[in-house]
């Protein structure tokens, strides 16, 4: 049995502290625990090109995984919860990273890495919500490496460009052997670590609506410790048509919260917080039981709202 006090005070989530004790067991069973934390892979290919990068996945028939920024496939391999698999590596893909701006819609390429979203002068102007939530993700080390497109298509429901997503009504650009599709962020998440991605698809980047005059864009979580993954977590949009709530680390992904949005277009904020507390379902771990999530979650749609009134000040 893992020692699971330990590795949730390492900050790890309660489904990859069991996926570790599935993948140790198994280590035993085969005799021997050497090897239990070294990653293992079926092979590794550099792709020249988005084309190329996608004949192997088909070619690996569901066994490939693509290696981008690494922060948390390697973390998977080197637990053992991820092995065998065919790693296509598409970081050196020029094609997939930078932002630019067309019109009202700002796109930001897949393997943009959360260090040069939160420093990019379009993102900081037109999608502020994004440049706030990397400061915080994590540390240093793991923002100068780790990418947007690795962030989404991981899709860990306490991590925050997830939510951001959301939150912005965010276009998730994916292409496959039958071409490019786009699919938007409220169909994209479907449960922990698990999206609307097909084994031989690639998210290349994503496209989100650039903020209008008089907009607000606010990122609110609490967290142990700086750096750790929050206990709860909240992005609010208030935009001309109405508020878009989402909140992350209280479910199996990130949540839209219809009824606190539509609470505060009606201009109740009690009404809100009294939504939230029905609209969500968060665990409970050795971190936070579920009802100081709940109650955390209040707290935050409270703070988050007084930064908006202290903004019209």
Do not use: W
Not at 235 to 247: D, I, N, S
């Amino acid at each position: 049995m893992v020692e699971k006090n330990v590795l949730h005070r390492l900050g790890l989530k309660d489904q990859l502290i069991n996926g570790i004790d599935q993948a140790l067991n198994k280590v035993r069973i085969n005799g021997g625990m050497e090897d239990a934390m070294k990653a293992s892979a079926g092979g590794y290919a550099r792709a020249e090109n988005l084309r190329h990068a996608i004949e192997m996945l088909v070619a690996a028939k569901g066994e490939g995984r693509v290696l981008a920024g690494g922060q948390s496939l390697v973390a998977a391999m080197n637990m053992r919860l991820s092995a065998g698999d065919l790693l296509v590596d598409i970081s050196r893909l020029s094609e997939l990273s930078g932002v630019s701006q067309e019109g009202d819609t700002v796109r930001i390429g897949a393997l943009t890495r959360h260090a040069q979203v939160g420093a990019d002068p379009i993102v900081q102007a037109r999608v502020p919500l994004l440049a706030a939530a990397v400061g915080h993700i994590a540390h240093a080390a793991i923002r100068n490496r780790g990418t947007i497109g690795g962030a989404l298509a991981h899709a860990d429901p306490a991590a925050e460009f997830p939510a951001c997503a959301l939150a912005l009504g965010a276009e998730i650009h994916v292409e496959g052997p039958e071409g490019d599709r786009s699919i938007p962020a409220e169909d994209f998440f479907e449960d922990v670590f698990t999206t609307a991605l097909e084994e031989d698809e690639i998210l290349t980047a994503l496209s989100v609506p650039a903020a209008e005059p008089g907009e607000v864009q606010l990122i609110e979580e609490v967290a142990r410790r700086s750096g750790d993954y929050a206990l709860a977590g909240l992005c609010l949009v208030r935009r001309a048509a109405g508020h878009r709530v989402t909140l992350f680390s209280v479910g199996p992904k990130p949540i839209l919260a219809t009824g606190a949005m539509a609470a505060l277009d009606a201009g109740d904020v009690d009404g809100a917080v009294a939504a939230l507390a029905s609209e969500i379902d968060p665990p409970s771990d050795t971190q936070a039981s579920a009802a100081y999530r709940r109650h955390l979650a209040g707290v935050l749609i409270r703070r988050a709202v007084a930064r908006l009134e202290g903004d019209r000040t």
